[in-house]
């Protein structure tokens, strides 16, 4: 198991599960556009697959209009943390 997995904590009786409804609720309750239920869900499973921790904003999901398909987009500190681990990767400069 990498560092960057989700793993629920269902042994608690006070914390509330994490479910595709809390994240709509949490970060897009006050929106006027919410992504669909499949595409929180296909959010989910890609930060799963990928290792990646949204709430470290190493993955985003943006929905800009109601008609369009929501963005998932991978965080830059995501991209600097994997070229970190590369032993060739020498730094940049800017």
Known sequence: MTQNNIVPVTESKDITPITEENIM???FGDK?????????RMFIELCIARG????????HLIKYAANQPASIVVG?????QRANIIP??????A
């Open 88 to 93: 060739t990767f020498d730094g940049m400069t």
């Open 76 to 80: 830059k500190d995501a991209f600097m």
């Open 32 to 40: 006027a556009v919410k992504p669909t239920h499949a595409e929180v």
């Open 52 to 59: 990646l921790n949204p709430w470290t904003r190493e993955a």
């Open 25 to 27: 609720d949490l970060l």
